[in-house]
């Protein structure tokens, strides 16, 4: 049985250095404009050669998001990202056929985005026709309708992320409240807002009584306690939502995944998973539509993340000496002390977490360090200028059972 393709975000430089040391097979990106994440960082053409450089080093695919809707007055400068960014990347994500016929003409491969929606086998015989190499089926179909369909053409599913309560891509909430659409990369998920329900009858309000007041925000896809069973339906790519996370988010659900896809998980190895995931950006859990089609208890009942750890900002690497493994960290707030854990971030480090074992100042030994002072550790390979983060346990009370 051929293993799936584990496809990680990559919002920024941090992220994808995050994704590929996790275990990644393959990144997807966007650039500054024409990607349904706007609001990420996202990179510009002249990254490309300094993407494909690291990633070459690992064998890592690389597939461009070019999939908004696309205006006549575009046409011109779509075609000149994709002839630009042709010797750098292995293909391109889209859903519009401008961009599947500019792909045709200048043959590179292409995928079809989840914004197309395709849930049936005659659309993706439609797609397989017109060239496409590969389907991002849509979110709402079950595991039963995914096997039926990569039957006909390879697809990709999300295993893991946020799930859109609208159509993927449909949703006009953004646009009609704040003039930013959401069909074109730039939601920015009032969704996730509570929100109350009243019924107007003869110039009288009647308000409807719910218990969750956040009606339109589904919890977060989880397919971790299904997926040895994903792992036989035929699926050639397994894809984590989050190209607007922070790389601990990245790195985390990447190191849990790719565990799940090289062996065979036990129940206990798979409730040891949910609880690393539930440490990163989540919005509490849910099985989505592989298994039954949601209900209420699929809505988030909160508008922030669940996650049970977040970060805090503390300082940055000022030297690092390889030899001795040590790096100098310049402690602008907070404090730091024996046993805490930290996240190294950095555009070449990439995400490093590590434990406190010994630090010194001046070198003598010290069991915790004040704001203000410059302080010895003992860390993995990092880089100077890297940001150093303090992680912060929070109690949070997240059920999710598993089933399927």
């Known amino acids: 049985m051929r293993k799936p393709e584990l496809l990680s975000p990559a919002g920024d430089f941090q992220c994808l250095v995050a994704a590929i040391n996790a275990g990644a097979d393959a990144v997807y990106f966007g650039l500054q404009e024409f990607n349904m994440r706007a609001r990420a960082k996202n990179f510009t053409i002249k990254d490309l050669p300094k993407?494909?450089?690291?990633?070459?080093?690992?064998?890592?695919?690389?597939?461009?998001?070019?999939?908004?809707?696309?205006?006549?007055?575009?046409?011109?400068?779509?075609?000149?990202?994709?002839?630009?960014a042709k010797p750098y990347i292995n293909a391109i994500i889209c859903s519009?056929?401008?961009?599947?016929?500019?792909?045709?003409?200048?043959?590179?491969?292409?995928?079809?985005?989840?914004?197309?929606?395709?849930?049936?086998?005659?659309?993706?015989?439609?797609?397989?026709?017109?060239?496409?190499?590969?389907?991002?089926?849509?979110?709402?179909?079950?595991?039963?309708?995914?096997?039926?369909?990569?039957?006909?053409?390879?697809?990709?599913i999300f295993i893991h992320g946020a799930m859109c309560v609208s159509v993927s891509g449909r949703c006009f909430t953004s646009q009609f409240l704040f003039n930013q659409s959401a069909?074109?990369?730039?939601?920015?998920?009032?969704?996730?807002?509570?929100?109350?329900?009243?019924?107007?009858?003869?110039?009288?309000?009647?308000?409807?009584?719910?218990?969750?007041?956040?009606?339109?925000?589904?919890?977060?896809?989880?397919a971790l306690p299904f997926i040895n069973k994903l792992k036989k339906a035929n699926i050639s790519a397994f894809k984590i939502e989050g190209r607007n996370k922070e790389p601990e988010y990245v790195s985390t659900v990447t190191r849990v995944y790719r565990k799940a896809i090289d062996k065979k998980l036990t129940k206990q190895e798979i409730k040891a998973g949910i609880e690393q995931l539930k440490k990163v950006y989540n919005k509490g859990f849910s099985s989505?539509?592989?298994?039954?089609?949601?209900?209420?208890?699929?809505?988030?009942?909160?508008?922030?993340?669940?996650?049970t750890q977040s970060k805090r900002f503390i300082g940055k690497i000022t030297y690092y000496y390889p030899k001795l493994?040590?790096?100098?960290?310049?402690?602008?707030?907070?404090?730091?002390?024996?046993?805490?854990?930290?996240?190294?971030?950095?555009k070449t480090t990439g995400l490093l977490k590590h434990k406190i074992k010994s630090m010194e100042i001046k070198n003598k030994q010290v069991k915790q360090v004040k704001k203000a002072q410059d302080v010895a550790i003992k860390l993995p390979l990092c880089r100077k200028n890297d940001d150093v983060y303090k992680i912060i346990k929070k109690k949070i009370n997240s059920k999710f059972i598993l089933a399927g």
Request: aromatic residues 6%.
């Open 288 to 307: 989505g539509f592989l298994f039954k089609t949601p209900t209420s208890d699929d809505f988030s009942k909160t508008e922030h993340s669940s996650a």
């Open 183 to 222: 069909n074109r990369g730039a939601c920015i998920q009032p969704c996730r807002r509570p929100y109350k329900i009243y019924h107007i009858k003869d110039n009288q309000e009647q308000e409807l009584k719910i218990q969750n007041k956040h009606v339109l925000s589904a919890k977060d896809l989880c």
């Open 96 to 156: 519009d056929i401008s961009v599947m016929m500019l792909c045709k003409k200048h043959n590179i491969d292409f995928h079809i985005s989840t914004q197309c929606s395709v849930s049936n086998s005659k659309t993706a015989e439609f797609y397989k026709k017109l060239g496409a190499k590969r389907i991002v089926l849509a979110r709402e179909l079950n595991l039963k309708q995914i096997k039926k369909i990569s039957k006909i053409i390879p697809v990709e």
């Open 51 to 84: 993407i494909q450089k690291i990633c070459r080093k690992r064998r890592i695919k690389k597939y461009l998001t070019l999939n908004t809707i696309i205006y006549d007055k575009e046409l011109k400068t779509i075609e000149k990202i994709i002839k630009k």
């Open 325 to 346: 493994k040590v790096g100098l960290l310049k402690l602008n707030t907070g404090t730091l002390k024996l046993g805490d854990e930290i996240l190294i971030i950095g």
